[in-house]
């Protein structure tokens, strides 16, 4: 495939950036951190989302070198913002297996904290249930070493995968993110509801938080704030922001 080798060149060729999605604390009603999302302008296409490119990133491997990219960038960014008064702001950056299956991983995430002078806890690693697993100590491995590192893991997109339950037993994870589709009905659709509410006494009896994607409306935001669910994240409270535009944002709404 063409657009490839193009993204393999996309990364020393400032092709590529981050928007970052803010997420709230619905308790105190505030930002808490934020998601990195990659994205990429392409100087003949324009821009191609993520949706498109990341699934060719991951048959093709490039996923890795992508992925070592926007952890390196959201990590020095983070480190920027906390310094600029934000100093509880923590990052969430998106992590495809392939990456926490090279048995370096976990080094190379201490050496992207260490040289942003970033505390691992400002850290949390989201993982989605896209690739079958493979049975792989490194996986194992890595994520034992993160841990004893005090970065963060969370499940992202939960529910939407056929091996959920087994991802908790493999995945100690601190936070589950529920999956858009189970939170677009609420709180109208008995059934989603009532979903979304065994996720979430799930989630705290596993003793992880819980946030709620895809949230675009109030009443959605009132039914998670109500049933005490964690965090909320969705174009309600805000779309994904170029950098300049979270700085900004921080500036307001931190
Ligand atoms: O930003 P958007 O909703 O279009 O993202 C589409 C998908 O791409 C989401 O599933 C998101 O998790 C994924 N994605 C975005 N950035 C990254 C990244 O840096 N690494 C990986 N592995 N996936 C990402
Ligand atoms: O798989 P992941 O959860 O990382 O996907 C994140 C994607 O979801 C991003 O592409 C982001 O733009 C999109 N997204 C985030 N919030 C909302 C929302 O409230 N509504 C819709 N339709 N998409 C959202
Ligand atoms: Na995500
Ligand atoms: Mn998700």
Redesign the pocket.
């Known amino acids: 495939h063409l657009l490839i080798n193009e993204l393999r060149q996309a990364i020393g060729t400032h092709q590529l950036f981050l928007c970052y999605q803010p997420y709230h604390d619905l308790k105190t009603r505030r930002t808490r951190g934020a998601e990195?999302?990659?994205r990429w302008h392409h100087p003949e296409h324009g821009f191609i989302?993520?949706?498109e490119f990341?699934p060719l990133a991951e048959d093709s491997g490039v996923?890795v070198p992508l992925?070592e990219w926007?952890l390196r960038e959201a990590c020095q960014q983070t480190a920027k913002w906390r310094q600029g008064g934000q100093p509880e702001f923590t990052i969430s950056?998106?992590?495809?297996l392939l990456q926490l299956e090279d048995p370096h991983f976990a080094d190379l995430v201490a050496g992207i904290l260490a040289t942003a002078h970033l505390p691992p806890s400002a850290l949390e690693l989201e993982v989605?249930e896209t690739l079958a697993l493979r049975q792989s100590g490194s996986i194992e491995d890595n994520i034992r070493r993160l841990k004893a590192l005090g970065v963060s893991l969370a499940i992202?997109d939960f529910g939407t995968g056929y091996a959920s339950f087994s991802y908790l037993r493999r995945f100690p994870a601190e936070k589950i993110k529920i999956d858009k589709q189970f939170l677009d009905q609420v709180p109208d659709n008995h059934q989603d509801a009532a979903i979304v509410r065994m996720i979430v006494a799930m989630g705290h009896s596993l003793g992880a938080m819980v946030t709620g994607e895809g949230i675009e409306n109030e009443r959605q935001l009132a039914f998670l704030a109500e049933i005490g669910c964690d965090y909320a994240q969705g174009f309600h409270l805000s779309k994904?922001l170029e950098q300049h535009a979270m700085s900004r944002y921080l500036s307001h709404n931190a």
Do not use: E, H, M
């Open positions: 990195a999302l990659l989302s993520p949706g990341i996923i992925g926007a950056v998106n992590v495809s989605t992202d994904p």
